[in-house]
């Protein structure tokens, strides 16, 4: 008699998992850049253009949009049809820019407002846009350098998005020395560094501690500037840990995995550092919400 492909045990946890997965609210957050705008109250008048470089129409930001749900994948086309519910509401019709997370729980856009030829767009009410410099990593040789690069990215995106930001995907190219390098820079050059439409600049370094036997930790630190009033808006440091003590304690396994742990692993722990030193650098950046949706 065949072994069935499926235990009941395996179903019920497949069942459980998709019931978790319903039960899990859909969050939605959204930043006003202009407020006062009247609603656009048929949403299928609102044109997506996923990507910005594919944008031929001039155009006015109206503010961002956020759809989520924590610890689980959402469906692309649920996801947008509710971003653009979202920015109909705020007064846009058009959103752009679209862009996820990693793990796929988080979709996030620019809500727009298509212009007619000639018309000009206004000021924005709330700095939001974020352009992120070059990272440094000290003292991480070239061949790691990278992975943690995209591990630090692909963190940033939910971190920041979340709290009423929009990560611009390009990160700025060809700028060296640093946040405050822009000091010495005049007004037409700081305006485009990372292209007219950001209104901030965020820079992420990260120094990897030697820890010995046991992983080590990292420091993060997360710098972000007002390309306006050329002031840091945000200046915070995070470290994080991930030595087999931690693995121990946490998880409650035999204390030999102090000593093989950090033998048999040592990427997967200084990449654990590196998480927890990045999501404690950015607990302290205050959301800018003007609303949060239903």
Sequence with gaps: MKKPIFSFSSALMIALSIWAIGCTPLKSSRTVGLPGLPPVTDVKQVRIVEDMKAV??????????TSYREG?????????????????DM????????HRNAGGG????????WLSPGE??????????????????????PKKREKYEKLVDSLMLPLIETKG??????KVSGFAGGITATAKLDDSQIEALGGKESQILAEISMVAHKGGAYGGKSTIRVSMLDKKSRTLCYDSHGQGGANAADAFFETGMSPVFTIVLPVLMPNALREEAVMRGTIAAFDKLKPIHLEAAR
């Design 106 to 113: 988080l979709y996030s856009a620019l809500a727009v407002k």
């Design 56 to 65: 031929t129409q001039p155009y006015q930001i109206v503010g961002k949009v």
């Design 72 to 88: 689980t994948r959402v469906t692309r086309s649920g996801s947008i049809r509710r971003l653009s519910e979202l920015a109909a």
């Design 91 to 98: 007064g846009a019709d058009g959103i752009i820019g679209v």
């Design 120 to 141: 000009q767009p206004q000021p924005l009410k709330v700095p939001f846009i974020v352009a992120a410099l070059p990272m440094a990593c000290d003292p991480i040789p």
């Design 165 to 170: 930001y929009y990560l611009l995907s390009d």
